[in-house]
């Protein structure tokens, strides 16, 4: 039985990795209008298809950003440090209100069937879905550089490269 928990729209989003390369950990930090805060812990492949998704919800929906005057900006929350609500994420799916141009999140920590899973949704405008996919892009590209010949991340203390062979040469 799921328990669900709607944090309506968010006041804050922000994607991030903690950890050494090789050795991160991936999190979302939400901020709902009543001061609610989660910390969403994801694989870096979930993160990864959640910023090509809403990549891809923006461009469906001809969005484009345009930056605000520094006046015009609402002041940025702080992503808060601690939190009501830290769960790792089994599931995560992505909807969109086009009528209210939002993009709405549905998250669980188990499958829909397993005894006590806790689901939360929540929705959150274009332009910090915008802001959301840049931030991802940056925590992802912040990993180990990739091997050019492999693709596969590349070990600071060296990399077994498959298409050598197993040979280790400095590239």
Known sequence: MTRTQDLGPLMHISAEAIGRPGQRRF?????NGSGFAASLWLEKEQLNALGEAIETVLNDEGYEYVPLPPDDAPPRLE???SFDLDMQL???SMGVNAEDRRIVL??????????STIGLTMEFDYRSG??????????IAA?????????APMD???????RRNGHHREL
């Open 90 to 92: 089994f599931q995560l």
């Open 143 to 151: 990993g180990r550089p990739l091997c050019p010949l492999c693709t």
């Open 27 to 31: 999190r979302l930090r939400v901020v």
């Open 156 to 162: 600071p203390g060296g990399h077994m490269c498959v």
């Open 79 to 81: 992503a808060p440090q």
């Open 106 to 115: 549905i998250a669980a920590d188990g499958p829909p069937d397993a005894d």
């Open 130 to 139: 915008y802001e959301l996919r840049q931030q991802i892009a940056e925590v």
